[in-house]
């Protein structure tokens, strides 16, 4: 007998965690180490930082269309890569 789990049912588990967290790390469009996965109550937080808002929004529509039925909530913020358009005096 199969054990089949209604995601949207409850509370999302450890195992859709791991997923998302191996999603993340494996999905060659994706493959993003630094970003951590945490389970919150109702949803899952995406925290850590990337190189653009256009990678943000890429690694949240990836998750959501691989797992439409858990809440995914961002917490993911933008690094600045690019040089400094001034030079940063120390006093």
């Not at 859709?16 to 999905?27: C, G, P, S, T």
């Amino acid at each position: 007998m199969t054990h089949q789990r209604d995601i949207g049912a409850g509370p999302p588990d450890e195992y859709v965690e791991a997923e998302i967290q191996r999603l993340l790390a494996e999905d060659p469009a994706v493959a993003e180490q630094g970003i951590t996965v945490v389970r919150r109550e109702r949803a899952i937080v995406l925290h850590g930082e990337v190189e653009s808002p256009h990678r943000r929004e890429e690694i949240l529509r990836r998750v959501s269309e691989r797992f439409p039925d858990v809440p995914i909530t961002s917490d993911i913020g933008v690094i600045r890569v690019e040089a400094p358009t001034e030079i940063e005096q120390l006093p």
